[in-house]
């Protein structure tokens, strides 16, 4: 129910704002467990966030000048070197400040690691991560319609004359488009679908159905579309039966 929910919820942001704390304290045990609970979760988004944790890590035994937890400490990053170019060229860097760690770092080529920015950064990137996990975003709303709208308006301009398809005309008002948009993994924070056409959320009653071509529109829209038992997608030129289109289940 509701409130089992909401308890669910508040446990995890709590445990969210825990991890955050200790962060900010230099302490990343908590971030490191919380990685290896969703380890899984986040191999699925390519999140390279547990990566970032060792590397601080790392640096913190080399400023502690506990030189040989360090190299034993170098193991965990073998299995991202393979992953992501990215980390290899991190690690090269990790590697070159073991060999200046033992004179003086923060008077090394390699000093900018010991910037404390970088600790803010990984707040951020902790932030982030555990947030889209929750299926939510750390941005406000008007911040997450602002960025959807800029990546969704390059697509709206290059297909505005798709209004001229006299089928979708008559549902759709003068300034919208149906038009599926992606608009990127960061901003996917629930399964829930919108009928792009009558924008309208779906329901138990209004499921989506999906085309024979592949489109999804919900029941009521495909409905509205349908001349007799022959239906023309709104999105592409195939036409096909009524009885084709297949529900969807979220």
Not at 40 to 55: A, D, G, I, P, V
Not at 108 to 122: A, D, G, M, N, V
């Amino acid at each position: 129910n509701d409130n089992e929910l909401f308890n669910i919820e508040q446990t995890i942001l709590e445990e969210i704002n825990y991890v955050l704390e200790n962060i900010r304290e230099k302490n990343l045990q908590p971030a490191l467990d919380w990685c290896k609970r969703n380890r899984e979760q986040l191999l699925k988004t390519n999140s390279l966030l547990e990566f970032y944790l060792h590397k601080m890590r790392f640096l913190q035994l080399l400023t502690e000048q506990n030189y040989v937890d360090a190299k034993i400490y170098m193991s965990n990053f073998s299995q991202y070197i393979r992953m992501n170019s990215e980390c290899e060229k991190v690690v090269k860097e990790l590697m070159g400040a073991f060999v200046f760690a033992q004179r003086d770092l923060s008077k090394s080529p390699y000093k900018y690691l010991l910037e404390p920015h970088l600790w803010l950064q990984l707040s951020e990137l902790f932030m982030k991560q555990a947030f889209q996990q929750m299926g939510l975003s750390q941005d406000s709303p008007l911040c997450v319609v602002m960025k959807t709208g800029f990546s969704a308006l390059p697509a709206l301009m290059s297909i505005v004359n798709a209004m001229q398809n006299t089928q979708v005309c008559h549902i759709l008002s003068k300034d919208e488009l149906p038009i599926e948009v992606d608009v990127g993994q960061d901003h996917r924070y629930h399964s829930v679908f919108a009928c792009p056409i009558l924008r309208q959320q779906t329901t138990d009653q209004n499921p989506p159905m999906k085309l024979v071509c592949g489109h999804v529109i919900s029941k009521d829209a495909l409905s509205k579309l349908t001349t007799q038992t022959k239906l023309k997608c709104p999105y592409c030129p195939m036409e096909q039966n009524l009885s084709d289109a297949r529900q969807l289940f979220f």
